[in-house]
Structures are given as structure tokens and as C-alpha cells.
């Protein structure tokens, strides 16, 4: 097929104003207040060594911190000032998206702008410095009309540096749910559809690169003491940034926003409720690529409307439960438990998706292995691979515990290339979804949790606290409840692993909800 | 001399280091309106220190500096320093600015309109010798030398000072420039009525522009007075200072014909 034919990158392409839109605002933003507090930061910090050292050491180690942990670090610290504020003042603020990608990157954007500035500050020639008090300047005057002009080269670069690197990471605020350029890259990743990772990596690279020379437009224009220039550069950063607020302002606000954590089921899943809100004359959108650390208290805070999550994840993680229940008992207590929470458990779909031991089917036929007891005794020589998360949740202590299992190795690998990893037999089990279309693909086995070291995971259907009441919602939703088996999923997202145009998350939700129709 | 004296230092003392370098120690000298002073001195010897002393760039650890009869500690040193012109050693053009900006700068900074401050700075080219329009709108770094040490005379000089201040100017530049250009301030000095004081390491150049000698050693006054003054000083630097030129001018009056020819009409070669 032509490269350019593929029916994704117009299907990119669409979500360019809104995605685009957002990450020039967030970066923007960010940038603008990461300004405002570096600026003066470092010219009060120019002569005092020991605020100096203080400021850059801090901006320092902000840097070492990786992009995706600092944005996730700030959704956290906001949601309790949040709770502060409304205990305190009476009033509350969204930590969700906007607020926490800004602080964090205005955060980040600080080390350039401010190592620039005081070196720029500092490298004027003192004996300048003199002779504009020579003249009869006060230290403003001196600071204003000859230090920060001179410095200027220097702190442009620092700005440069900082705008480059500020949007570069806006792409991973997706997480903290802020949509921007990393929506395309984290869909991408995660569905395999690497027209959207090319796509999104190539706009932000993009953007970078525009801001980078209109920044260097402003520069030469106040180096060359050109207006033209300066009003241009700074035309374009405002016809930019104005350019991104039309459409926003022109779309009506969708009423209802789906929350979609960062794998492929969770694109689809969020795919077909929205479509089935649409269906029953519901606007809604979705908010894709949500960290699991923050998709739940987005519910709860009612930054989004509905999702689907596992009981067994709530309960073990949201509720730090470390005992496992019968499927029927663990259900009835986290619908209490959420309920205390003011959250409705609207339903399963009717399948699971739980963590288990998996391995080539016909390595573990040879080794005679059907459960994780059979496992045991070659742990010791085998290898192991999961996601990032799973060797710390509360699943792998439980296992571990039960079975004594002990691998000689235990790596961590991105989910979606676990699976070729095992089949492959560059590692010889794999923690992964029993839901994963990629079991069948690669031929692979699930072994037998015999002592029940890993809790249920039935998908269900979660509500805001405000939508508790919503008859149109609950309604809309009623049919999918309990009409999803788990070999439908694993259908369903072996198609979203395809790699292909019919591959995207709306494609496949429609063909979920086409089987789901024609189910009697 | 009944008139008071326009600068006037009096038991002034200045340390650097917390007290462990006396750069200035214990100066008592007057300057009178209308007076060329320069300060002669090795490096080290304060004379700069002095000089900064005088306009409050630094503050002084012990006695009184008066300045038209003021307590310079009594007036705010902006507003001090905006009266008194000061030329830089090496100019201290800020690079940024233009000649027209570089002069016109202590001018703006006292809020005098525009129009004005351009006719002020064609004025000053004129005087410093300058081509207008051929210089007006140059930066710093596109001039000679001694062009940047006439545009430090013309920023000095723009806010009508009555007097200047002047640390090592002509110091950097080629013999026949530094002639020139001290012989042009010389006379700017007289014509326009200002009281001077320029620091040099150089005796000669001391001897032939001042109306009287000042001479720094190690932070102290050896001496001050005309040339002729001096000459009956009984230190032993200041009689070592003087001997240099003289021996020089003896040594170069004897290798030198008395009257060059010019026209090379009875030149051998």
C-alpha cells in the first residue's frame, strides 16, 4: 500500500488542531511563567554567590528528574492543595491536565533561562559596569540599558534551549491528562499504529523548530536593534498561540469525557462508550493515555465522567488490599468501598483482565508445565519479563509469596514487546493481560493460578460522582454491561495490535460493537 | 588662593582587603576652579583610587572629600556623578550604543528631550574633532582608538560638567595620537572653563599639560605643585620622576639636529 494512502494519516491529521492546539498552549504557558520566575530569580541571584549556588543546584537536580515523573509528581501534590484550598477557602481547582503540565514544565524550562542568564549577567565586562555608573546611572538604569543588553546573546540561547526542551517534554503531559502532541505518540505506542508515533514526534519536532527561530527572529532583531524583527518574531509567537485558540474556542465542549488509561484496551473500550453516548445524542470525548495513578482520582474529582478499570487493580492498588476475595465477594465489597467515594459501579462487561504467567505453549507442553506450581522447579534457571509496574504491585508479592517463585532474572520491558520477547525466547515467561489478543497470535499459554495468588479482574464500568443520577448515561451504557467475553476482547485487541488502518481505536470499537449487536 | 577650592580632599583614607591594603592613605590636596591637575604615580600607587573617591564610585574609610564645597557624603552619588564628567581608561564605550548614544547617555539619563540631546552630541563631535555625519551613527568597535577616547571626551563632556575626571585616557594609544589628543583636550579645558584632574604614569606628558603636579606613592602624597615646584622637592622619587624626561629630552635634544630640515634640500640622503 502507498505510504501516504494509509487512511491513519488523515485520521492523524484530523486530530491536529485540537492535539496541536494544546501543546502550543501548555507549552507556551509553561514557557511564559517559567520565564517570569527564572528572570528575576536570576538577576537578584547575579551577585550573591550563595543564592546563586542554591538556585542552580535546584534547577539542577529538577533536570535529573526524568520529564514523566516530575509531570506525574505534580498531579499528586495538587490534588491534596487542591483539597486544602477547598477545606481552607472554600474553593477547589482542577489538578488534572493543565495546571500540573504547566507547573512541572515551567519547572523544567527554569536550569536554561537561569544558568544563561547569570552567566550572560556575569560575563559583562566589569569595567563596563563602572562606566555606566560613571555616567551617573542608578543600578536599575545600569541593570536595564547596558548588563541585560549585553548579556541578551547569551540568555536568548537559555531561552532557546528552554522552549526547545519545554515542548519537547510537553509530549509526555498526555499521562497527567493535558492532550497534546503526545496523545498521537502514546496512542501510537500502545496501538501500534506507528503512523501516529511518526506523526506526533515529527509535529512536536516541528514546533520546536518554529519557536526555536522566531525566538531567533527576536533575537537578531533586538541585537541588530531591528523592530521589524522583533515585532515579527513576536507576531508569530502570538499568531501561533491565537492560531491554536480559534478551533478550541469554536468546538462546543463535549458534556461527557471518557478516561482511557495508556494500552490499547483501554483506547478501545473508551472508543466504544463514547460511541454509544454519541449514539443516544450524547456529545462526548475521550481522554486518552491516563497514568493509572491518576485516572481514578480524575473520577472522583470529576475531571472525567466515566471509565473501565479492574476490580482486582482497585482493590489492590486504589485500596492497598492486600488479602484476595472470591471474585462474587471482592466485587460486592469495592462496590461498597466505592461508594464511599461517591463513585457508581455501573457493571462488568463480562470478561477479565488479570496479570498471569504466560509462555510458549510448546515449551511449557515439553517441560509438562500447565500451572505455576508445575513452574516452580525451572524458575530458578529461566528468565522473566513484565511491565513496568508489575515486579511492585501488591499481584507479584502475592505470587511470589504463594509459589516461592525465584527467577535467576526479571526484566522490564514495554508491554507491547513482551509478548514477541517470549515467543522469541529472548525470555521464557512473561507476566502478561489474559485479555491480550497477542496470547493467540504468538501462540502462547496461560498457566493456572492453582492457589489463587492473583486476584479477580473483572472490567467495570466506573461514574463520576456527579453523573450517579444520569439516567441517559447509565442507560446509553446499560447495553455493553455483561456482553463483552473475554474471547471477544482478545479479538478485539489483537485487531488493535494489527498494526494497521483498520487497527485504530474507532475502527475496532465499531466492530466490537457490530459482535455485540448481533449477539442474541 | 582665596577662592575655596572645587575638589578638595582632606586626611582621605581608603583600604581594601578589610584593612590590609592601604590604597589611599591620609591625601590632603585641593584642586581650584580652573586648575589642571595631574596625578603622576607607579601602578598601585592609589592614584585611581583617588580618583573614584572623587565622584563616589567607591566610598572613603577616613576624611573628607568635598566637591564645590559639598560633603560628597551629604549628595546622592547618582545625581553627583551626572555633574561630573569622567573618561575611562580604554574609553568604556558601551557597545552596544552608537557614538550618538554613548554620548548623548548622561544627557538622557537627566531627561533632556531628544532633538535636544542630537544637537548636543553634533555639537560635541565638533568640538572632539569628529566628523558628524560621518561618525554619529558608528559603533564603538568601528573606531580607531584614539576616535574612541574623543568620544569618551564627548560623553564626559555632555552633561556641561564644570569638572571632568580623567583616569589614564590617552594611556593606550600611539605617541603622536596621544600629543594630539591631549593637546585638544588641553585646550577644550581652557576654552570651556572646566577644572581638571587626569591621571597618567607618564612624567612627561604630566609635566607638559598640567598647571601643577600631584605625585603618589604607595597610597601617600609625595608632593604637589608646577613644575618648577617640584624640581625643588627634596624627595628622592619624585626627584628620580623628574630626572627621567629631562634626561630623556638632554639625550634626544643631543641625537636630534637642531632644526630638521624639511624641504630635504640639503638632506645627504
Known sequence: MNLLSDPRWSDAV?????????????????????LLISLPLA???????????????????????????????????????????????????????????????????????????????????????????????????????????????????????????????????????????????????????????????????????????????????????????????????????????????????????????????????????????????????????????????????????????????????????????????????????????????????????????????????????????????????????????????????GIQKAYGLKFRTQRQMQPDFMYAAVASGEVDVIAGYTSDGLIAKYDLVVLNDDRHAIPPYDAIVLLAPKRADDQALRSALQPLLGRIDIATMRAANLRAAGGNAAASPNEVARWLWNRIAKQP | MSAPPVIAFAHVGKSFDGGRVKAVDDVSLEVHAGEFLTIVGGSGSGKTTLLRLANRLIDADQGRISIEGEDVRAVDPVQLRRRIGYVFQNGGLFPHMSVAGNIGITPKLLGTPAAEIAARVDELLDLVRLDRAQHRDRLPQELSGGQRQRVGVARALAAKPRIVLMDEPFGALDPLTRDALSQDYRALHDRLGLTTIMITHDMAEALLLADRIAVMHAGKLLAQGTAAELSGSGDAYVGQLLRTPRRQAERLNALLPANPSRDGKDGAA
Open chain 1, 14 to 34: 484530523s486530530h491536529l488542531p485540537d492535539y496541536l492546539g494544546n501543546h502550543v498552549r501548555v507549552s507556551v504557558t509553561a514557557l511564559a511563567l517559567g
Open chain 1, 43 to 397: 538577576i537578584a541571584a547575579r551577585n550573591r554567590p550563595l543564592l546563586r549556588g542554591a538556585l542552580l543546584g535546584l534547577a539542577s537536580v529538577v533536570q535529573t528528574v526524568p520529564g514523566l515523573a516530575l509531570l506525574a509528581l505534580f498531579y499528586p501534590l495538587l490534588l491534596a492543595l487542591a483539597s486544602l484550598s477547598l477545606a481552607w477557602f472554600g474553593f477547589d481547582f482542577s489538578a488534572f491536565g493543565f495546571l500540573p503540565s504547566v507547573l512541572a514544565l515551567a519547572l523544567y524550562s527554569m536550569l536554561p533561562v537561569l544558568r544563561n542568564t547569570i552567566t550572560g549577567l556575569r560575563g559583562v565586562d566589569p569595567a563596563l559596569i563602572e562606566a555606566a555608573q560613571g555616567v551617573g546611572m542608578t543600578p536599575r538604569q545600569s541593570l536595564f540599558t547596558v548588563e541585560l543588553p549585553l548579556a541578551l546573546p547569551v540568555m536568548m540561547a537559555g531561552i532557546r534551549t528552554a522552549a526547545v526542551w519545554v515542548i519537547g517534554t510537553a509530549t509526555l503531559s498526555t499521562p497527567i491528562g493535558q492532550t497534546s502532541l503526545g496523545n498521537y505518540i502514546f496512542a501510537g505506542l500502545q496501538t501500534q499504529n506507528w503512523v501516529f508515533v511518526l506523526f506526533g514526534c515529527a509535529a512536536a519536532a516541528l514546533l520546536a523548530l518554529v519557536v526555536d527561530q522566531l525566538l531567533a527572529l527576536i533575537e537578531t532583531g533586538i541585537r541588530l536593534r531591528s523592530r521589524l524583527r522583533v515585532a515579527l518574531g513576536a507576531l508569530g509567537i502570538v499568531a501561533l498561540l491565537a492560531a491554536t485558540l480559534v478551533p478550541a474556542l469554536a468546538r462546543p465542549p463535549s458534556s461527557y469525557i471518557v478516561g482511557a488509561k495508556t494500552f490499547a484496551e483501554q483506547y478501545v473500550l473508551a472508543a466504544l462508550i463514547a460511541e454509544r453516548l454519541q449514539a443516544a445524542n450524547l456529545s462526548a470525548a475521550s481522554r486518552e493515555g491516563l497514568g493509572s495513578n491518576v485516572i481514578f482520582d480524575a473520577l472522583v474529582s470529576g475531571d472525567i465522567d466515566v471509565y473501565v478499570d479492574y476490580s482486582g487493580t482497585l482493590w489492590a492498588n486504589q485500596f492497598h488490599h492486600s488479602d484476595i476475595r472470591p471474585r462474587e465477594v471482592l466485587l460486592s465489597e469495592l462496590k461498597t468501598i466505592l461508594a464511599q467515594q461517591k463513585v457508581t459501579l455501573l457493571g462488568e462487561l463480562g470478561f477479565e483482565n488479570a496479570y498471569a504467567l504466560v509462555m510458549p505453549r510448546k515449551r511449557a507442553e515439553q517441560l509438562g508445565i500447565r500451572t505455576i506450581s508445575d513452574l516452580v522447579p525451572y524458575a530458578g534457571t529461566m528468565s522473566m519479563a513484565a511491565d513496568y509496574e508489575f515486579f511492585s504491585r501488591p499481584e507479584w508479592a
